[in-house]
């Protein structure tokens, strides 16, 4: 049995787990392989009713670092913050079940955050596989923290969830995961910890982030999401306004002010999906000049889309301020 560093864990891995039995081995042994051995993996197991439990009960009996935490029915961000709260570690790297980590991912993030004190989130570059592990396009993000946060609050590039690296005292601090914010729990958090130190990103791809079909990425099959991250961002800007946050859940007038935000949303959302019916027309097959000359067309039939379509591309979606200010005036109203 391995319990090497099994007793005095520097890293806590937390891997939420519901039905991952597919690729859940692979993603247990990119953790195993680790340069690093000074860590304990925490997977938080919400139910699954596949070979996922036997999986992971298999690997506990090799390495004692393994720890399995099972709450059927707990949701994402409930089961994360359960995992913070067993987690040993100074620091925790997260991970779902169905990516990986390279070799290094958990050493080099260790020293980038020792060398900074002041990160309070620490992401990495991605490789895209397909479920088969085929390797597609890479990604490096900022490494500064105005340009990271900007980006969250542009909804542009981010490093991706598994690869993010924070300290355990200051995601308590936080309050960790807002289980309000059912699908973007992961973007809510960044916004209160940018609130509370540095965002950092290294440039290296770090983290092998699978797509496939059972995700909710993409547009159509992801509304909730985009609403609950637009509630996310616009409560940002409350705050750092000086507003009452009206985001949370425990705040008198949370559902009018998600219905405030759906509204105030609803036309771009449109222009959401219009975007992704265009670009789902293009295979990879087909070139960039095949796309390039439908915008052209549209420029024609629809300007103020391209219009829109080119802002976003270039700069991100810079409405949440103004609609803060908006919310901000009703209560200021009433």
Not at 9 to 30: K, T
Not at 67 to 79: D, K, T, V, Y
Not at 194 to 219: D, M, W
């Amino acid at each position: 049995m391995n319990n090497q560093n099994a007793a005095f864990p520097v890293i806590s891995v937390l891997m939420p787990c519901f039905n991952g039995a597919r690729w859940l081995s692979e993603s247990i042994e990119s953790v195993l392989n680790q340069t690093l051995t000074a860590f304990e993996l925490i997977i938080v197991d919400g139910g699954s009713s596949d070979d996922s439990i036997n999986i992971i009960k298999g690997y506990i009996e090799k390495d004692s670092r393994i720890i399995l935490l099972e709450r059927p029915g707990l949701g994402l961000s409930a089961s994360l913050n359960l995992g913070i709260d067993a987690a040993r570690g100074e620091w925790i790297a997260r991970l779902d079940a169905d990516d990986l980590s390279e070799p290094e991912r958990l050493a080099l993030q260790l020293e980038a955050s020792i060398q900074n004190p002041k990160l309070v989130f620490l992401g990495t570059g991605l490789t895209e596989i397909d479920e088969y592990g085929s390797i597609g396009k890479s990604f490096c993000y900022p490494v500064q923290s105005a340009k990271l946060l900007n980006n969250l609050v542009c909804f542009k590039r981010f490093p991706p969830h598994s690869s993010a690296f924070y300290r355990t005292s200051i995601v308590r601090k936080a309050g960790g995961y807002r289980t309000e914010i059912k699908r973007a729990e992961d973007l809510d958090l960044w916004l209160r910890l940018s609130e509370l130190g540095e965002l950092g990103s290294i440039p290296k791809c770090l983290v092998r982030y699978r797509k496939h079909a059972s995700q909710t990425s993409n547009f159509e099959g992801g509304t909730p999401q985009v609403i609950d991250a637009r509630v996310a961002v616009v409560g940002y800007w409350l705050r750092r306004n000086g507003v009452s946050d009206a985001s949370r859940f425990d705040h008198p007038q949370y559902q009018l002010f998600r219905e405030f935000v759906t509204k105030k949303y609803a036309s771009y959302f449109q222009r959401y999906l219009e975007r992704d019916r265009l670009t789902s027309r293009f295979s990879s097959k087909r070139t960039k000049w095949d796309l390039l000359w439908s915008i052209v067309k549209l420029s024609v039939t629809k300007p103020g889309f391209v219009v829109w379509l080119v802002d976003f591309q270039l700069f991100g979606e810079r409405v949440a301020p103004k609609f803060a200010r908006e919310w901000a005036a009703t209560q200021t109203l009433s």
